[in-house]
C-alpha cells in the first residue's frame, strides 16, 4: 500500500500535519515551529522598510507603526525558535529516552547555518566598505562612537566565550557542577552585554542626538550593531534553553551535541562582535 492510500484509509486525507512515520528518521515528529520562526523573521524585514517609509516629511507611514511591527516581528521569532529547538531537542528527549540525533549532522546542519549567517553580515559589511569608500562619506557627519563602554562590552563578550569554554570542557570531564556553574556565567554575560548595548542606544540617541536618520553612517551602524544585538539575543535564548535542559540532566560527558552547536553559535557572533568593533567603532574616524 502506497503512503497516499494509507493517508486516505485514515480518512484524514492530504492535508494534516506529516506523522512521525512520514518524517526522515532522526528528524522527529514534523512541527509548525520552523514556519513560526520563518514568519517572525520576514516581519522583522517588513519593519524595517515600515520604517524606512516611516522617515521624511512625506512619510507614508507612522514611525509607531513600523516600531510596533518590530517588537512583535522579534517577539514571533524568539518564540518560534524557542519552540522549534524544545520540539526537536526537549521534548524529543523525554519521549524517547536517548539522544535520538547524529551529533555529526546537527554541528554540519550548524556550520550551513553559520555559512548563512556568514553572508548576511558580510552583504551588511560590503554595504559599508562601498559606502566608506565613497564620495558621500567624507560629506557625512561622523561622530566619535568609540568609548569606554564599547571596549566594557568587548571585553565582557570575550570572557564569555572563555567561560562557555570552561563550561563545555567541564562537561566534558564528567563535571556537570562546574559545567552549569561556567554555563550560569556565560548566560549572565550575555544579558550584561544586551544591557550594555541598550545603555549605549539609550546614551547616543536621548543624549547624544545620534539616531538611525542622522546620515549615511547612522544607517550603517545601527543596521549592522542592531543586527548583531539581535543574534547575541537569540545565542542567549540558546544558552537558556541548554541552562535547563541541563538542570534537568539531559547531558552527560557522551551526549553534548547541543550544547556544541550553541557554543559554535556563540563564539561566531562574538568573533563578528570583535570585528564590527574594529570597522565600525575604532575605524570610523580614520581618513
Known sequence: MSLSDEHADDGHGDHHLPATE?????FGEASWWPFVTAIGASGIYVSMALFVLSMGES??????VGAGALVGSVGIFLAGLYGWLYH???SDFWERGTDHHSGKTLKFAMLLFLGTELATFGAGFVYYF??????VWTQASIPHVFGSLVIVNTIILVISSVTLHMSHAALRNGDRGRFMQWLA??????????????????????HEGFTITGGIYGSAFYGLTGLHGLHVTMGAVLLGIVFVRG?????????????????????????????????????????
Open 185 to 206: 556565567a556565560t548566560l549572565l554575560l550575555g544579558i550584561v552585554f544586551i544591557g550594555g548595548q541598550v545603555y549605549e542606544y539609550y546614551e547616543f540617541i536621548v
Open 130 to 135: 562601498i559606502v566608506r569608500g565613497g564620495e
Open 88 to 90: 526537536a531537542f526537549v
Open 22 to 26: 512520514d518524517w526522515p528518521h532522526g
Open 59 to 64: 512619510a507614508l507611514v507612522s514611525q509607531t
Open 247 to 287: 538542570y534537568y540532566g539531559q547531558y552527560s560527558a557522551e551526549r553534548h551535541t547541543s550544547v556544541s552547536t550553541a557554543s559554535m553559535y556563540w563564539h561566531f557572533v562574538d568573533v563578528v562582535w570583535i570585528f564590527l568593533v574594529v570597522v565600525l567603532y575604532m575605524g570610523a574616524n580614520l581618513v
